[in-house]
């Protein structure tokens, strides 16, 4: 039996006439239907758990190397009703807006319209649920609203903009926010008839759908009619393509998605198009043009170590002309090893009761603290396990006692370890945030991310937030002011795709909150006590994974280099593989050392190894503010 298309779609109205009845008999024997949010629709694909999804435009911008079934779309010949940014006040004086981040192509609209209308003025965007958004909206706040959501507060506030409408005053062209999109050969021509009959059903059926809605819902069904037969049009045709084109050149040009263009499954099968020359891609990627997710990798799969470096030392240098490479004096503490989520590749835990388990004590804490600020050091990196028995209020009593005592800066608590708390005290993540924030909290670490794709954490750590949660604890953590750094742990179960959807996924946050100051990446430490066999690794993919990173994130300042785990000479070539910062000095490293890696370094051995590379060496901050002259 031939395997059943897997098809994922936008649950909104404006999607139900594309895929009517394609959950019922006899389409549902060919195809396998799941409806969800856009992103999560398009996150389907990128991680290849859909074959075919009906999902916003920009996200296959950023995916890379989708391909689109011809004549079908979401799209807007002027005002669509439903992407919308509403206010109590004129748009153009707003200050914020809450943006629903389930359609990254309505953000990017809103971004380019916003900044043609007021001369390159936007608003902070703050990413929000649609009825937070909604809730929000006020004073200088405004929201964008998206779906169906948007229909419901139609009339309700007495400044909107229309994103459709206001794309067609711009450019005189059709708007596409949605299509059928997949990776090349994942639609046959069988498959678009099949689409394509499901859209003929699904038009008959405009006035049904729109009455049940209306039933659901409350809202005027005549409204919903007219909604879904003039407002939304369903049309792919050539105006449609080149409203998309000029909406990717535009956003590309603004440095909001990486460059792309249309192609149809169709146009594969009546000529493959070549891939473009590996070459070019390393030059776009040497001047720091942005690379989707399929370029990040092949480049990873395909360019040469050396080329690869050549790339990413290139960014390295136009962002740091300076030549000078940071380092901070602070201590990695963990304030106990106690742990439930009993992640396989990690040595360090504990269960709860077990013999070998601890909670530092205040005395041991002091002890470590001191000989942090002895040694000119500014900061303590603060993580541990996720202990059941350990509360807000303790965090907090200890945060304002190490503030009272030793006046250090704390960079402290991964995600997961906030998400674990605000479950044991039934807190909101910014509940949590606001309370440890106050006790003296000053920056996040980004431990706990290992890979941010579900499928390699569901394997290698099940019992883990998702991915979805570390980033929105991380969202939650920026939009409060708080920064943090962005890290990965490759060479478990993932792959070259799965690690450059990680990039892509920091980079995204990044763009909607220019939270990240740096960014880190380590390789598996497979040796005792670790319950996962070791997939990818060693120096050379190290390097290859790094460079990647600085050519991928071209939104993050800065990027480490992890001589902890690959060794001092390591880290001293890492300079030229992108890195700008060489990390922290090792008073102690208990998680990694675990495993059996023991590399250490004292600020002198460290600024040592950075004159020897050919750099000048200078300390710093959480915020790599230079706290000694460049030298």
């Known amino acids: 039996m031939t395997e ?15 895929y009517e009845g394609l959950d ?13 949010v856009p992103s999560e629709v398009a996150r389907r694909v990128a991680e290849d758990e859909a074959d075919v999804a009906l999902m916003p435009v920009a996200a296959a911008a950023s995916i890379g190397d989708l391909r689109l079934a011809r004549g079908s779309a979401i799209g807007a010949r002027g005002a669509v009703r439903s992407v919308v940014i509403a206010a109590e006040r004129p748009i153009e004086t707003l200050d914020e807006l809450a943006v629903d981040l389930s359609s990254r192509t309505s ?28 809730a929000g909206i006020g004073g200088a706040r405004g929201a964008l609203v998206i779906g169906d959501p948007a229909l419901e507060i139609e009339g309700r506030y007495p400044y909107t903009l229309d994103l459709g409408l206001a794309w067609w005053e711009l450019t005189g062209l059709p708007f596409v926010f949605a299509a059928w999109c997949g990776r090349p050969g994942a639609l046959s021509a069988e498959d678009e008839r099949l689409l394509d009959s499901a859209k003929l059903v699904g038009l008959e059926r405009r006035d049904a759908l729109a009455d049940a809605h209306a039933a659901r819902t409350g809202l005027p069904a005549p409204s919903l009619r007219a909604y879904l037969r003039d407002a939304v049009r369903y049309d792919l045709g050539d105006d449609e393509r080149r409203g998309l084109e000029r909406f990717y050149d535009d956003a590309a040009r603004a440095g909001l998605l990486p460059p792309a263009r249309v192609r149809f499954f169709d146009d594969d099968r009546r000529r493959p198009a070549p891939p473009p020359s590996l070459d070019g891609l390393l030059a776009r990627a040497s001047d720091g043009e942005r690379l989707n997710a399929a370029e990040g990798e092949r480049l990873s ?15 390295r240098r136009r962002k740091h002309a300076d030549g000078v490479v940071t380092y901070i004096v602070d201590r990695n503490v963990n304030y106990t090893n106690v742990c ?41 990196l603060l993580q541990g396990g996720l202990h059941p028995d350990l509360r807000i209020e303790w965090y907090e009593d200890l945060f304002r006692w190490m503030k009272r005592e030793f006046k250090l800066g704390l960079h402290a608590l991964s995600p997961e370890e906030i998400l674990h708390i605000g479950r044991l005290d039934g807190l909101s993540v910014g509940g949590v945030l606001e309370r440890l924030h106050a006790a003296g909290l ?31 604890v991380m969202r939650v953590a920026h939009h409060m002011g ?27 946050l990044q763009d909607e909150t220019g939270g990240f100051t740096a960014f880190f ?38 990027v480490g280099a992890s001589w902890v785990t690959q060794g001092p000479e390591v880290g001293q070539v890492a300079l030229r593989f992108g890195a700008d910062d060489f990390g922290s000095v090792m008073f102690e490293e208990n998680v990694v050392s675990s495993a059996g890696t023991t590399f250490g370094m004292n600020a002198e051995s460290i600024e040592r190894r950075i004159r020897a590379a050919g750099f000048k060496a200078a300390r710093r901050n959480v915020h790599y503010d230079w706290l000694t002259r460049p030298s």
């Open 24 to 36: 019922r008999e006899p389409a549902s024997s060919r195809v396998r239907l799941d409806c969800a």
């Open 107 to 134: 953000v990017v609209l809103a971004r380019l319209v916003l900044r043609a209308r007021n001369a390159g003025r936007e608003p902070r965007l703050v990413g929000s649920a649609p009825s937070e958004a909604i």
């Open 340 to 380: 439930t989520t009993s992640c396989r590749f990690c040595a360090f835990y504990r269960p709860p009761g077990h013999p070998e388990g601890y909670v530092l004590s205040r005395e041991q804490l002091a002890k470590k603290l001191q000989e942090v600020v002895d040694a000119g050091g500014v900061q303590i």
């Open 4 to 18: 059943r298309l897997r098809v994922a779609a936008v649950g909104y109205l404006n999607a139900r006439p594309l």
């Open 482 to 508: 708080l920064r943090s750094s962005a890290t990965m742990m490759y060479g478990t179960v993932d792959t070259i795709r799965d690690r450059a959807l990680h990039l892509l996924k920091i980079r995204e």
């Open 301 to 315: 799969a395909e360019a040469s170590l050396f080329d690869l470096g050549l790339a990413a030392d290139a960014v």
């Open 442 to 472: 000053d920056s996040v670490p980004g431990g706990g991310a290992e890979i941010l794709v579900d499928r390699v954490r569901r394997k290698i750590a099940k019992a883990k937030c998702s991915s979805e949660e570390w980033l929105g």
């Open 521 to 558: 990446c380590w390789d598996f430490q497979h040796e005792q006590g670790t319950r996962i066999e070791p997939g990818d690794g060693g120096t050379v993919l190290y390097l290859r994974q790094q460079a990647l990173a600085r050519i991928m994130l071209d939104n993050v300042d800065h």
